[in-house]
């Protein structure tokens, strides 16, 4: 019995090592499974009232100066930091974070920063309206 048990043993040694070897060598030449890919999302900003302010975004760990645009593209997952520059007439007053079309996150703050989890909108509130400068006339020239 001991010769049968120790037969059968060696066999089922064989088999695993038999399967583990096709597998490492059909895995040698397959093609490479599908890595991470670095994901990004899109911040869209609106001003309201339009007008009131310029709005600025960059990563938290930027220290240049940003441009004033309407839309970002960061890293999915990043950290995000919005500025506010009101123009005269009107007075900051909140942001309103929407997540998928629906509400996420206010805040009073302005610098204000958050993680992009996804693609978002950020609408800026103020108060007031903004100051239109009057354009100063040409002046006509009278003829000498």
């Not at 997952?77 to 997540?99: I, M, P, Q, S």
Request: a negative charge.
């Amino acid at each position: 019995m001991r010769r049968l048990d120790f037969g059968l043993g060696l066999v089922a040694l064989a088999a695993v090592v038999a399967a583990v070897t096709v597998v490492v060598i059909s895995s040698r030449d397959s093609t490479p499974q599908a890595t991470a890919q670095d994901t990004t999302s899109t911040l869209t900003a609106a001003v309201s009232p339009e007008g009131c302010a310029r709005v600025t975004a960059q990563l938290t760990s930027d220290t240049s100066t940003p441009e004033p645009a309407t839309e970002w593209t960061f890293s999915t997952n990043a950290y995000v930091k919005l500025t506010a520059t009101a123009v005269d007439g009107c007075t900051f007053t909140r942001w309103e974070l929407t997540f998928g079309g629906k509400p996420f996150f206010n805040s009073s703050q302005n610098p204000f920063q958050f993680q992009l989890i996804g693609d978002m909108v950020v609408t800026v509130r103020f108060t007031g309206t903004p100051v239109i400068p009057t354009p100063t006339p040409t002046p006509t020239p009278t003829p000498t």
